[in-house]
């Protein structure tokens, strides 16, 4: 497939998507993916916010579905088809698809691949137990295939390879399009955005939007006095987590002494001196020759030795060309400060 087939491949993938919930989105909306949110999710339906370039590990997954699938049908004897359609769920038009495999002769079993470099979340060979957005991800397919059964081949770093037969669940599917047809009713459909939780992307995304400031402080309403109340109270549950923690650090510290640390059935706590280390501060090293050559071009003058000058001119010219070219102007950022009146 030529560049420009697989562009036209991708812009119709991209637009398919925004077309309804894919089974990626499902495990964002209910909360359960590192990978996204239901804000994220809702900007790129609604916005066309794709999130920038695809990672590493996402090209590379998608690089290596068909040599994991080859891996599946090496291990089961099972033969693969693949399946390019977007597979729309009848009944429910905002519900949608794109399938990794579907296993030869066999339409209702379904294959998902992944590659991951650790085995997070994934139980043993044969097993149902995997991460829980794999779990929604591969229920929703189901769901939108009239599918019995997934099963998700793992390449685990490189080195090891694993098979988890996943059946079909409808009671946890009912539950799961509820939830999904709510937020694409009340979000998608309406144009609410939902608001941002506390992952990083929401985050980045909330400074983005608001990147500047005017000098006007807002008089809070109920509500918003409420969700202050809720910061106060996670500050100080965090606050007083870190005090224990360091309590029980300072504890377990204590106990190790000059020894190198403590082993037990719950692993291993070292307390190790690490490598000293040298820096070298170029900042200040700049600093210090650019007032030497301010220092010695002040007592030159016209009757001294003509090369000498023209040498020290030189020298402070190429100095301060270098601190111009170095110096770059960070825009600033806004800080997020919260200051509680005492009880």
């Known amino acids: 497939m030529t560049e420009e087939a697989n562009d036209d491949a991708r812009r119709e993938f991209v637009e398919q998507q925004a077309s309804g919930l894919g089974a990626t989105d499902a495990a964002k909306i209910l909360g359960l993916s590192r990978w996204g949110t239901p804000l994220t999710v809702y900007n790129r339906i609604v916005h066309g916010d794709t999130g920038g370039q695809m990672s590493l590990s996402a090209w590379l997954g998608l690089k290596l579905e068909r040599v994991v699938g080859e891996m599946y049908t090496t291990k089961t004897g099972q033969a693969l088809r693949v399946d390019n359609k977007h597979h729309r769920r009848p009944g429910y038009d ?4 794109h399938l990794d495999f579907r296993a030869r002769g066999n339409p209702k079993l379904l294959v998902e691949c992944k590659t991951r470099a650790y085995a997070t979340g994934y139980g043993e060979d044969g097993t149902g137990e995997i991460p829980a957005d794999v779990y929604v991800q591969v229920q929703h397919e189901m769901a939108v295939t009239g599918a019995e059964r997934c099963d998700v081949a793992v390449l685990i770093g490189h080195h090891t390879f694993n098979v988890y037969p996943i059946p079909r669940a409808d009671d946890f599917i009912d539950k799961m399009t509820e939830r999904l047809e709510a937020f694409w ?4 459909v309406a144009k609410v955005p939902p608001l941002p939780t506390g992952h990083d992307m929401d985050s980045d995304y909330v400074k983005r939007k608001h990147p500047d400031h005017d000098d006007l ?9 409420l969700l202050a109340n809720r910061l106060r109270v ?56 650019g007032s030497v050559i301010e220092d010695l071009f002040t007592i030159a003058n016209p009757g001294d030795d003509p090369e000498v000058v023209a040498r020290l001119g030189r020298a402070q010219s190429v100095y301060g060309t270098a601190v111009g070219l170095a110096t ?11 200051s509680f009146k005492k009880d």
């Open 328 to 338: 770059t102007t960070k825009p600033g950022s806004r800080r997020f400060l919260a």
């Open 217 to 225: 402080l807002k008089p809070a309403t109920p509500e918003q006095i």
């Open 234 to 289: 996670a500050r100080d549950t965090v606050k007083e987590a870190e005090t224990q923690r360091s309590e029980v650090e300072n504890l377990l510290k204590d106990i190790i002494g000059d020894a190198a640390g403590l082993t037990g059935p719950f692993g291993e706590i070292t307390w190790k001196k690490s490598r000293d280390s040298e820096s070298v501060d170029w900042e200040q090293v700049a600093i210090t020759y």
């Open 94 to 97: 905002w519900q949608v698809a």
């Open 185 to 188: 009713l009340g979000n998608i």
